[in-house]
T-cell receptor, first 113, second 114 residues
Framework: DQQVKQNSPSLSVQEGRISILNCDYT??????FLWYKKYPAEGPTFLIS?????DKNEDGRFTVFLNKSAKHLSLHIVPSQPGDSAVYFC????????????FGSGTQLTVLP | ETGVTQTPRHLVMGMTNKKSLKCEQH?????MYWYKQSAKKPLELMFV???????ENNSVPSRFSPECPNSSHLFLHLHTLQPEDSALYLC?????????????FGPGTRLTVL
């Protein structure tokens, strides 16, 4: 059973608008969450993370929101740029998983010019 | 210097061949990982090494054999693979023991088994 789920395999957004990527998790022991971005033929690149003691973390155009009660996190990209087109993976870790990362299946974001 | 490097970037091998994948990290980390990424699937953790000691082996078939001679280098030895083993193999590293479990990935080796 997948403990980290990204239910939208793809998302298309117009350049300049906001992109919202969603991720749900089931393991209440997770306490650290990350987003990675992956271009074709490259490895995932770390983007932004959030600890469970926070509900928001911002870095430039990227903001991650964590809703612990709903076991839901989201990544907001604003404004979206064509170079943001990539696959985005969310990941989670916690003591229950020996602090190893558990990944979602990814969401392909396409930013249209 | 790129943080995590992997060689080769592409590999085609027959089912009877023996080959090795190499990973090197220049980040001063002490934990290294092998992942498998198949199409449309989440990344699957295969092996974990902390301070050169293997701490995780997620039910990986014995035709995959990892080796970690030091905290900067990691190998994945391959023999008698099956076509379903064709995938992108990713290496990652992190600073073990820290609260930040952020892993940094290499570019991957695209493996095709004929």
């Amino acid at each position: 059973d997948q403990q980290v789920k990204q239910n939208s395999p793809s998302l298309s957004v117009q350049e300049g608008r906001i992109s919202i990527l969603n991720c749900d998790y089931t393991n209440s022991m997770f306490d650290y969450f990350l987003w990675y971005k992956k271009y074709p033929a490259e490895g995932p690149t770390f983007l932004i993370s959030i600890s469970s003691i926070k509900d928001k973390n911002e870095d430039g155009r990227f903001t991650v929101f964590l809703n612990k009660s709903a076991k839901h996190l989201s990544l907001h990209i604003v404004p979206s740029q064509p170079g943001d087109s990539a696959v985005y993976f969310c990941a989670a870790s916690g003591e229950g998983s020996a602090r190893q990362l558990t990944f979602g299946s990814g969401t392909q974001l396409t930013v249209l010019p | 210097e790129t943080g995590v490097t992997q060689t080769p970037r592409h590999l085609v091998m027959g089912m009877t061949n023996k080959k090795s994948l190499k990973c090197e990290q220049h980040l001063g980390h002490n934990a290294m990982y092998w992942y498998k990424q198949s199409a449309k699937k989440p990344l699957e953790l295969m092996f974990v090494y902390n301070f050169k000691e293997q701490t995780e082996n997620n039910s990986v078939p014995s035709r995959f054999s990892p080796e970690c001679p030091n905290s900067s280098h990691l190998f994945l030895h391959l023999h008698t693979l099956q076509p379903e083993d064709s995938a992108l193999y990713l290496c990652a590293s992190s600073r073990a023991g820290s609260e930040a479990d952020t892993q940094y990935f290499g570019p991957g080796t695209r493996l095709t088994v004929l």
